[in-house]
Structure formats: C-alpha cells, structure tokens
C-alpha cells in the first residue's frame, strides 16, 4: 500500500511540475509563416501559441540572414506589405532599402527580428515561446497537445485546436506520419513536361550565409585561414552574368559582392556561382546529425569570406559579430531552399503556373498566396543533377491553391513555409520570402476560420478565406495593376478569382507578371465566354460579337442567362461603386465597370468551390 501512495504521489508531483497551456491555434515555428500565421490568426479574434527554437522571429528573413527580399515587389500582398512599410518607416523610404542589386528591399536581419517582435507585441493574442523545443505531439478528439521543454529544461503541455506546422523542414508533418514528397519528381507524379521519368532524393543547395561589415579602408578584419582551404574552390565566383539568360559570363568582383549590400555598410554573403551554396541533404537526419552536418556548411562559407579577404583583397570587410546572437558570428539556421512538401489536397505543379486557365484543376480560382519570382532551383554543388534548366522556364506570376496547406487524407493540421503541396520544380518559385509570408497569413486566416466555426481547416469555405484575405488587402490573384489602393481592390480579385474575367500573364525577367487590365474594353464574346460556366443555358448561345461590350449587350447577355438587369439597376450599381459618369444603353464598358456589375448582380463568388476549383451547384 506505502509503494501505491507514494507512486501516485509521484504522479501528482510530475503533473504539477508540467505546466499546461490551453490556446487555439498552435504554431510550431516561428520562422517567416509561423510569424505571419500567428499575427493574422490574433487579428481575427483567436489565441495562439508559436513555440520557437531560437531567440527570434523570421527564420529565412532573419534567423537565416537571407535579409534581401526576392519577389513580389510589385505584390505587396497583406503582411509582406505591411513589414515593408515598417522597414521603409525605419530606414527612412524606399530608396535607402534599395542597397543591393539582387533585391528592391535590403535589410540588416536584427532589425527585421525587431519589426518583427513589434508587430508580434502589438497583438494581444499570441503568446510566443522563444528557445523551446517541442518534443511530442499528440492528435486527440478535440485537438492537439504538444510537450515542450524550454531553454532552462523547464517541460510544458499545450493544448489547442489547430495545429500549424511552420518548421523549416516539415518536421511535424514527418513525425506524424502525414505522407509527404521529398527531391526531384517523376513525370507520373506532377504530369510536368519538365520532370523526370524518375524522382530522386536531390534536394537544392543550402547555404548558411553570413553578415559582413565594412570596417573602413585600413582595417584588416582577414579571418584565420581556414581549414581544407583551396583557391581553386571559389574561381569563377565573380561572374556575375544573369543565369537566364544566354549571356557570356560577366566578371565582376565588386558587383559580386554588392549583390546583397545591406543598409550601414553590410553584406549579405549568399553567393551561389562558386560561392557559399553546398549540397547536404540533412533533411531525414536527427537534429544532432543535423548540427554536425551543417557545420560543413559553415566551414564552406569561412573559407568564402577567407577568399574574399584574402584573394579578392577585401580585408576591410569583416564578420559582423554584433548582428546576431552567436558566438561565431553566424545566423541561428541555415537557408534551406527546400524541404519535405506535402502530399496535399491540391498538387500545385508547373503547368498549373504556365497554364492556369487550360489545367483541368482551375487552381486559379482557389488562390490564397501570390507570387511573381521564378523557377529558380541551385544546384550548382551537387555535381549530378539531372538537366533541368530551371531558370530558363519562363512562366508568368502565379497564385497558390488553398488546398496545398492541408494534408489530402488527415484532419486538424495546416502545413506551411517551404513544405505545402507543390511540385519540387514550383518550389523554385514558392520558397522565397514574400510568398513564404503570404503562406503564413492564408494559414492564420484558415486557422482562425477553423476554430470560429468549430470545424477542421480542410472544411473551412475557399471563399471565406479568400473573402478574409482580401479585407485585409492580401491578394488572391496577382494583378500587378490592382494593388490595395484601388478603389475596387476586392471587386476585382473577386472577379479574377471567378474566372468570368481573366487576367493576362507576362513572363518578364525575374518579375512575372498578369494584368487585369482594369481600363481595357471588354467584347460581348468574352463575357459571355466567360460566364458560360456558371449557366449551362449559354453553352451553346453565339449571340455575342467581337463587338465592344455595351450597357445594352451586357442586358441581353445576363438576359440570356435568366438574369435580368434593368437600366436602374446598373446606374445604381455603378453609382454605389463611386462611378458618377453618366449612363446609358449605348455606354461602353470596360472591365473594371463590367466586374463592378457581374459581382454585385450576379454574385458568383458566393458560389463555394472545392480544392479543384469545381463550381459547387
């Protein structure tokens, strides 16, 4: 009996002594989505918990040092545009973010840590739990607990309803058992042209990068030299020819380095020609394995600023010791340019980003997340990659399906960073930093959705989330020429996002591009094209010209699909919609007041669509 009470009296002590927080929506990660979900998802009303294994907030964007923003300059979409605007705010404009040739926005990582954890503490609805590890989770009926142990040793139990995983490398998604891809894909997987016949383990180069300083002409800041150092590893490294392109190779040493010049005379070095790129695929190792691994990552960029030093003659430049929260003067994580990504409700592979209206999916219609950089896959230190010319596929900006964060067959889970559902050549796109953000705020709203309702994020309205997106000036569809100021902002993503009016992709240099063409006339033919998914009775009707699309035709069209809409009734449409010109039958419309008039009389995006883009009847 004395063994009994003092066993039960051992398990009373060891449950007081595991503190337990109730949330929910629970973040593993706060990297650049876990940020960005949490933010969002408090915004909405809900509580939620990161559980973050450094001391910042970012990961890519800054526990990663990758400080220089690629893409979506012209797509300031919801969160991205807002940290934007705090870094232009700090920094003084736009102008002084412009310091480096690879990128339109440069900052020093400790700065975006700081924006970032301000815009965290303005919210009242996230706790953060900064040096924690979680050790366990477990799915029950009602939700999620996750065991977590702190920095101190201190262990812990969080219990929540939605659960988001927001590792870098998909590791929460892997320990439950979720399937999941991993390297290059076989053409039977993804139907992409450019595939393989065969899938491999091939993961894309990783880098850890480091931050340098100039320390003034004079100053000699040369490092030890480091160990296995060899000249030759790095010859070649100054070209700075654009790889999509067929240009001869261009040397520059200088150009070279101020590809990631930073605000305060800083250098982001993440050189990939013959740079600090390398090839270790760490992804299914232990996270000891992974530590030793990676250290191979960091001798490799050493010896990098060793030659810059040393070879280049750029003594003056030094490690910048004070940038981050390290005793060697190098970021918390790596920059892992890939990970596991899963096997989704929606695959998004590359013929739905070249061809998004002639898919048999119409993913464009369930779009969440924006982007507009391109493929863009290294593999410069594998040695043999099967040939894929990556860069060279040329695509337009794109958006990404909702159904690419959620697990095909698995409830309760939201998966986002680099490891949703798209195809590992798609990844090349979708792994960088804006649309990384945008993945985080479309998992906050789909969280938050979830627990407001009370039912599983794979059940939570496409159009809800979409509909909440754009309230808070996040784009679902990537119109370079419909940014948050317009005054029909969310008309016509709406519009987009139905199909019935199209937009037009430009593939153009690193910046994609579609155009809605808002000014632009609309013909009788095209609308009514474009409506005949949503009325079966106009299949078959070819009443509409070429002709410029009239008050009048647009009557007989809608008329046609048992619609009708009387004079009155435009006038007072356009009028709410602050359009004051004078209206008649023969006014000609272009596809801004067409949009204006299909949405609000029509109103198809209230018509729920599933992960498909299928128009639910």
Known sequence: MRYYCLLALVVIIQCISIAQIKTDVIIVGGGASGTMAAIQASRLGVTVVVIEETAWLGGMLTSAGVSAIDGNHRLPSGLWGEFREHLYQHYGGPENVETGWVSNTLFEPSVGNSILQQMVANESNIQVLYETRWENIKKHKDGWSVGIKSKSGKNSLIEGNVLIDATELGDVMAALKIPYYLGMDSKSLTKESYALTEGNDILQDLTY?????????????????????????????????????FNQDNNDCFKMLTYGRLPNNKFMINWPKKGNDIYLNIVEKTPTERMKMLEEAKQMTLRFVYYIQKELGYKNLGIDYDEYPTEDGFPMIPYHRESRRLDAKSLF???????????????????????????????????????????????PSYNVPMGS??????????VAEKSIGVSNIVNGATRLQPVVLGIGQASGVLAALAVRKNIPPSQVSIRDVQSTLLDYKAYVMPYIDVPPTDPHFKTLHKMGATGVLKGFGVPYKWANQTWFYPEREISEFELLTGLRDYYPMLKDNWTASGAPLTVESLQEIFAAAQKEISLARVIEILHRA???????GTTALNRRLAAILIDAHLQLFNLEVDFNGNIKR
């Open 349 to 395: 592979a590359l013929q739905h980003v070249m061809m998004p209206f002639e898919t048999p999916e119409a993913y464009y219609r369930t779009g969440v997340i924006v982007g507009d950089y391109t493929i863009d896959h290294h593999h410069y230190k594998y040695g043999n990659v099967p040939e894929i010319d990556f860069v060279k596929i040329r695509v």
């Open 405 to 414: 964060l959620i697990p095909k067959d698995f409830e309760g889970l939201i």
């Open 209 to 245: 990068v480091i931050t340098l300083k100039d320390f003034g002409k004079g100053v000699d800041k040369t490092i030890k030299k480091p160990k296995n150092y060899d000249i030759a590893e790095f010859a070649g490294c100054c070209d700075v020819s654009d790889p999509a392109t």
């Open 578 to 584: 602050g359009i004051k010109d004078q209206i008649n």
